[in-house]
């Protein structure tokens, strides 16, 4: 298996390696140079570099065996999410994919979704779902995918990674990130927000063998009415076991356009959100559903790309289909407060099929009118 990936990355290129944060900018003429000496073993100027970089030796060996050289791609996208399928073991009250079904991919047209994804310059790929260690052929694609040069992430409940085989897939195949969703810091709370009694002692008992594994571990942690009350506590048991986290606290209606997960808000740690000032969705990155349809990111996904019928080819219209959606249309054209709105177009759209009050999104708030699509 590769020790470094050595790729091109948007307008350059990078050598980086599985499983740790750390990246280094190439100049052309040594990728050029990397990617022309297959045969040849490492050369010095990247041999000191890992060693630099990763305290990595690889005096001395084979570069096709060291190293993992990806292609320069005409469309050059940079990242992707996939949700591998939308089924979950747990019942959140504050989830926005609404109905969750066990669905998506045959193992065949998987292996040509990733095959897209490497082929449109993908280097970090984010594996999501619902929760996507529940789908059957979760290790398999999880390999596949880093034996094509990707950078994985895999956002998760965590509620499997006690698991023997999943804890030998990561070790073998080191993921860039495993972010870990926290949903209290007790039982009572922990269990009454995902539904799932029990859930509690099994993260507990999940996040310590994660951690004696030395996963590359971040929490994300969920605020709302169950268990806002103990934000401090869930800070204090993360820094306690010396991980990163990031606290989550605005959620959004399901794309259905239900808006059952804004009732459960915390209104005492809602964040305002900064002044949006333009993304590159559709443009370096893009989205992928359980069924390979795609879309600019997970929240605007109107005008869905299907790759298993167009494939490759059809990514080279989410560029125009990404400005499209960013024009403020819909219920917010000529808006006096366009040019200070605190979200995208798409995810306004969101609220306001939810009807949504328009203080959980738009400048607009301090009034009491509901908006409706």
Partial sequence: MHDLIVSPFLDGFLAVR??????????????????????????????????????????????????????????????????????????????????????????????????????????????????????????????????????????????????????????????????????????????????????????RKLMAAARNAALPLRVSIVVTDDNAHEVDAMKAVVQGWGLDHHVYTNMQPTFSGEGDPLLVQSTEFLRKRPVFEGCNAGVTFFHADPHAKVSICKIGRDDQIDLMTEGIDGLRRLGEISDRLMLRTGGCTGCSLSGSCRVCRPLAKVYQEAKAPLGMYCQHGDTKEMVHP
């Fill in 18 to 203: 599985p499983g740790s944060p750390a990246c280094v900018r190439l100049p052309t003429d040594l990728y050029e140079e990397v990617r022309a000496g297959a045969d040849n073993t490492v050369p010095a100027w990247l041999v000191q570099t890992a060693a630099d970089a990763w305290s990595l030796d690889l005096d001395g060996k084979a570069a096709r065996s060291a190293l993992l050289v990806r292609e320069p791609t005409e469309l050059a996208f940079a990242r992707a999410s996939w949700e591998i399928n939308l089924y979950c073991n747990f019942g959140c009250k504050h989830c926005y994919l609404g109905e969750r079904p066990l669905a998506g991919l045959s193992w065949d047209d998987k292996v040509k979704l990733i095959d897209i994804f490497r082929d449109s310059g993908v280097l970090w790929l984010q594996i999501t779902g619902g929760e996507p260690t529940v789908d059957p052929d979760f290790e398999g694609a999880y390999r596949y995918a880093y034996r094509q040069g990707m950078m994985l992430t895999v956002s998760t409940n965590a509620s499997r990674l006690w698991k023997p085989d999943l804890l030998r897939l990561f070790r073998d195949c080191p993921p860039y990130r495993v972010v870990v969703s926290m949903y209290g810091a007790t039982e009572e709370s922990f269990d009454e927000l995902t539904q799932r009694k029990g859930a509690w002692k099994n993260f």
